[in-house]
């Protein structure tokens, strides 16, 4: 195979090759691509690209491969695996600029900014690629202080449809600039992400539980408290889990302070202590690249499916009474609730693409299990959400399993959408880059 691409210097794996059932497959999901493709150089990226617009093959583009919706795998057509591009470089150390290959992973990125004291706010799980979760959004440990990964972008490096290599940055090429925070791999593929990373110090993480008797009690009171709570304390709120007793299983919330000072570590977290009868704490000092953690792998014929919807403050009461009802009765989705506001609330709506800074909470849920398993919880499944859609707005495209037209016009409102399809238009007219929560050119 490596004379399907002239002057290609990466790996080409077909399906007659070793290795090809784990190449062929994402984190979440199985597929029969023709061809994976591991660039080992932009230069290599350019001509893969060429080549599958040559090809006429449908294109998958694979960062860390944790998508929901199996973004990173295809049937019958071309994978270009970005594993390959995953340099991570200070290079600007008055300013902290760091400079992170597409391939890379957020556990990558914690362990080699670690011996600088440096840190970027992204998600909280460490395999997660660096490429996908910022494109789309990105909510981390330090969200509330510093924003989403997104809004710590500086400048990106990004391969066009038409091979070419573009800078972007809000200087130089700022509509894409825009477009690609929050439009996802719509308009190229990243190569290299600058990001304005933060001194950072050990911080304050772990986990504090309550009875799930108490859930319709302590969950309202926890959203009270992080809507005026100090911005550097950032909380996610879940249960129904039923692999720790479903209806039955402790609310959960896990919490990181940003800062080592224990006395302000504990001003801010013994609110949330005081809420109801606390069944465990283990909230402790932690380096903050051991606060992301491995990702789970599903075993082979278990599912993901997940679905989620942002909740604007008059919302939350009648939001939150949903959820707690639903997740203390049999039969409910695991139920995470995200605080966000902070820093992501300060940004101007329209100054990038993602959309629903306002929000107060993001929440997702998550049915885990064989296909069969799946397809019973659906119509169950939908009852709820119809019961919350008065109370929700759009979606956040890191935790949607679906990518149909109503998926996407939650995920960009239409105002965004209008704008986003214009970039679209300019940088990949033919739509080549699809597999996404797709942005059609306008």
């Known amino acids: 195979m490596s004379a399907v691409i002239e002057g290609f210097g990466g790996e080409i794996v ?7 059932d784990a190449a062929s497959r994402t984190v979440l999901a199985g597929g029969t691509p023709a061809y994976v493709i591991r660039p080992a150089s932009v230069e290599d ?26 973004f990173g795998t295809n049937d019958g057509g071309l994978v270009i695996d970005l594993a390959g591009l995953a340099g991570i470089e200070v290079i600007d150390k008055d300013k902290h600029v760091v400079r992170v290959g597409g391939g890379a992973t957020w556990g990558q990125v914690a362990t080699a900014l670690q011996p600088h004291n440096l840190a970027i706010s992204s998600g909280d799980t460490k395999s997660v690629g660096v490429a996908g979760l910022t494109l789309t959004g990105g909510m981390g440990w330090k969200v509330r202080k510093y924003g989403l990964a997104l809004d710590q972008l500086v400048a990106v490096q990004v391969v066009t449809a038409a091979g070419a290599v573009v800078r972007a940055a809000a200087d130089e090429n700022a509509e894409l600039f825009w477009a690609i925070r929050g439009g996802g791999g719509n308009f190229g593929i990243v190569t290299a992400f600058e990001f304005a990373a933060h001194p950072t110090t050990d911080i304050f993480f772990g986990k504090i539980l309550f009875p799930a008797t108490e859930i319709a009690d302590v969950l309202p009171a926890w959203a009270d408290y992080m809507r005026t709570a100090p911005a550097g304390l950032t909380g996610i709120a879940s249960f129904a889990n039923p692999f720790l007793g479903g209806p039955q299983a402790p609310l959960q919330i896990e919490l990181a302070y940003d800062g ?17 009868t606390v069944l465990a704490d283990d909230v402790t000092l932690t380096p903050y690249a051991e606060v992301l953690v491995d990702g789970a792998i599903p075993p082979p014929g278990i599912q993901l499916v997940t679905r989620s919807a942002f909740v604007d403050k008059d919302s939350v009461p009648e939001a939150l009474r949903i959820l707690a009802e639903t997740g203390t009765s049999q039969g409910s989705p695991i139920i995470a609730i995200r605080s966000v506001g902070g820093a992501v609330a300060e940004i101007a709506d329209d100054a990038t693409a993602y959309a629903y800074r306002q929000a107060e909470l993001m929440f997702a849920l998550t049915v885990i299990g064989p296909p069969p398993v799946i397809a019973a919880t659906r119509p169950a499944g939908q009852e ?16 949607l399993s679906d990518a149909e037209d109503a998926d996407v016009a939650a995920v960009y409102p239409a105002k965004t959408y209008e704008r986003l399809a214009a970039v679209k238009r300019e940088y990949d007219p033919e739509n080549v880059f699809a597999s996404n929560h797709n942005v059609r050119p306008a």
């Open 14 to 20: 077909g399906p007659d090759d070793p290795g090809y």
């Open 45 to 70: 990226v350019q001509a893969a690209v060429r080549y599958a617009t040559a090809s006429g093959l449908p294109l998958a583009v694979r960062g860390g491969g944790h998508s929901f919706a199996a």
């Open 260 to 276: 080592d000072d224990a006395e302000l570590a504990a001003q801010a977290i013994d609110p949330i202590r005081a809420l109801g």
């Open 384 to 399: 709820l959400w119809d019961r919350l859609t008065p109370h929700t707005n759009g979606a956040y495209a890191n935790f």
